[in-house]
């Protein structure tokens, strides 16, 4: 989309916007420091650094870079797993990983990998947010009810849940739904549009606590919050360590790309906006590598959190940068006051923020158009079953293995005229069409390369036996940007047979690259000459001319 404009001066409606958010984003900031396992400082420190670096080098203008529910919860998995119990291991290895993760995503800027959130399909990653929503909240409900459990794991916490039904706190659970319930209709009122929700919800429930009524109802407050900036540092872990959290990072920095990026264009598209992929890349890795050296969070560019800066009428990314300075004065002079914020009425934050990705319709259109429903489905069932983090990585490669079975396949198609007009089309699902006679036209309907190449050419060597009076070959390279090493020296090799049998090759549609890339092979059987044509009608016209007319000219059905 191009490079992003000069920011320009702050605006009112920036300071509007950044004292809106602000109220939004401190709260969650706490609350997804519980989704991690981490202190809540974590998250106010990963929001500061989100906020400020983002502000100063990234290029959307509404992007609100801060701790998203999906990295806090990849983030809890892979440390929980690798610790093994230890708990100040685990705090160890969750700073690495965030410091890994930035330095991923700044590797990733020099090299200008903008497209790296690719590697993720939309269906996985529906998928996916459907799955991590519902754990979300399942592991919230402990919390809610004063419940403790053995598991963490979707299946067995669920089982735990209902097990424990008689010893919950109903007082909690009935906080939390109020909670809930409040942020939903205030966030539809206008006239609470200055102030968010759920710093009105905070509100009331500090004043809960502070009376006494908290007490009462066997309600826990979230406790002493320690803001203090250490000085920057890396965790000491061995060279294994730091090699097996380079694995969990680098998933973490597709989740958070994939998520970033897809805020970020979304709202990029909707106002006609320009971005830069690659200088996100390197706000969000500057904002990870701090965020890890002051053991914070991992940051990305949440949708919930873009949208209502978006819908607070933020106009450059100095409210980003406004907001950072109001949640900075609120972690000074506030902090002691959330300390005293009921956990249910955390859980009711955090709820209702994954809200948006509890729609199982957001998977309803794969399959009206019965495609990647199996990925989508993986995605989803793969998250409660194996945990956030095996279950993103499995769906990812189940994904790719579709991939690479659809790009394997040798589906070829074979072409005739129409109406001995120009147009050449699949004789397969227009019978009516035309083949010159000793000619077969091919085209392999995916693009050439190492898995695929030989059954290609094996397919269409068996329909070179099927043709009487063999003449010409014409191979349609149009699926085919460029060709690997294999895919050369099985198009050689291809030509040599069809040499072997009396008849010429010529390449149609062939790209650029592919052309100059046949000039560098020099090979006997495919000189200039054979890939001179540009559409597949030049090349028919090409070989009638090598024939004496005839095979332009003269049209018999091909034998299939």
Known sequence: MGAPSTPRPF???DWVAGLSIAGLLLPEAVAYSGIAGLPPQAGVIALLVGLFIYGVLGSSRFAIVSATSSSAAVLLAATTSAAQGDVAMRLALGTGIV????????????????????????????????????????KQIPKVVDVQTAHSDFLRLSWELIASFGRWNLAGLAMAATGVALLQGLGRWRATRAVPAALLVIAAGIALDLAGLCRQWGIDAVGPIDFRLAPPSLPTLSREMWLRMGELAFAMALILYAESYGSIRTFALRHGDRISADRDLLALGAANLASGLFHGMPVGAGFSA????????????????????????????????????????????????????????????????????????????AVLLLGVLDGLLTAIGVSLLLLLRGMSSARVSWLGRLDDGHDFVDIARHPEAQVPAGMLIARPETSLFFGNVEAVFATIRSQLRQVRDLDHVVLSLEESADLDGTSIEALCDFAAHVRQRGAQLTLARVKDTVRDLLEQVRSEDLPPSAYAAWSVDDAVQQAGQRTGGAAADTVTPVLL
């Open 306 to 381: 873009t949208s209502a800066n978006e819908a607070a009428g933020a106009q450059t990314r100095a409210a980003g940068l406004i907001a950072g300075g109001v949640v900075l004065l609120a972690a000074i002079a506030l902090l002691p006051w959330i300390a005293h914020t009921p956990e249910p009425l955390l859980a009711a934050i955090v709820i209702h923020a994954v809200g948006h990705m509890l729609n199982p319709g957001s998977l309803r259109p794969y399959f009206s158009w019965r495609r990647d429903r199996l990925v989508a489905l993986v995605a989803f069932v």
């Open 99 to 138: 410091v890994l993760t930035g330095a991923f995503f700044l590797i990733a800027a020099a090299a200008r990998l903008g497209a790296v959130s690719n590697l993720i399909a939309k269906p996985v990653l529906r998928g996916f947010a459907l799955g991590l929503a519902l754990t979300i909240v399942v």
């Open 11 to 13: 605006r009112a409606a």
